[in-house]
């Protein structure tokens, strides 16, 4: 296996979101403009290294940002 796949749910009652940005502690991020509430998926390719990473949603919204981030122990690599 040369990739993992994590997948994390964002779970705030926030309302007049305009996006959802996460960044995976390896340089990649993911946005989303709808269903926040809904699980999103990375997959680390085995070049990120084994980890760990911190893994952060920033939620954007008209009153400014919250960030949330919390280390994901994700081991990328070959697994025999």
Not at 56 to 79: E, F, K, M
Request: aromatic content about 10%; proline content about 4%; charged content about 5%.
């Amino acid at each position: 296996i040369s990739s993992r796949t994590v997948s994390v749910t964002y779970t705030a009652a926030v309302a007049g979101l305009d996006s959802v940005v996460w960044t995976w502690g390896n340089g990649q991020r993911t946005k989303v403009t709808s269903n926040y509430a809904a699980a999103v998926s990375y997959t680390y390719p085995a070049a990120s290294g084994p980890g760990p990473f911190t893994v952060c949603a920033t939620a954007y919204s008209a009153c400014g940002q919250n960030v949330a981030c919390q280390q994901a122990l994700v081991s990328v690599g070959s697994v025999e």
